[in-house]
């Protein structure tokens, strides 16, 4: 399997990412021009968070809290253990993060349980959308139309190819996530997602 990075500089994991499935043929899509895909989407989880993921994604979001991400990248701050609720404390926050504000602190704390308990609520392998299960191809102009990880992997493809992308919330739906017109959460805050893509035309 070689995953092939779609968005990165060298010095990091990508946050976008394609494994090809199935090669396609004739030209890559133009900027602007009209694409058809057939695609399915599901929700990841975001287990697999390295510490440049769980800077970069998450705590760059949360208001007045992004200055911290040389701390969370020197003390290798995953989401193995951001998510861990006996070494993720107040007080490794105060002492070894060096965060000597108890409020940023409390901040911190409640918004890695918000990001757990939306784990526990949207569980990994959860189908979010599908052109199949709708009977309907999505159809975009690239450029605009559609998320920043499907542009980004259209761009790359042939007619027919096939293949799986992955993609950081950044990339996706961020830090707010998708709800439906009813309010119902589509895809959590911070969601990572994958979705199995076929270029029709």
Known sequence: EEWIPLAADSSQVSP??????????????????????????????????????????????????????????????????????????????????????????????????????SQDEHPAGTVFDSSLERGKNFTFNLGKGAIKAIDLAVRTMKVGEKASVVCRSDYGYGSEGLRSSKGDVIVPPFGTLKFELKRVC
């Open 16 to 117: 976008v990412k394609k494994l090809i499935l199935e090669e396609g043929d004739g030209e890559l899509p133009t900027d602007g021009s009209s694409v058809e895909i057939e695609y399915t989407g599901t929700l990841v989880g975001e287990k697999d968070w390295s510490a440049q993921d769980v800077a970069d994604c998450w705590l760059s979001e949360l208001q007045g809290l992004g200055h911290l991400k040389p701390e969370f990248l020197q003390n290798n701050v995953d989401f193995a253990l951001l998510s861990d609720a006996n070494v993720f404390t107040e007080e490794f926050c105060t002492t070894t993060l060096g965060i000597s504000n108890k409020i940023q602190a409390k901040k911190l704390i409640m918004a890695r349980n918000r990001l757990t308990k």
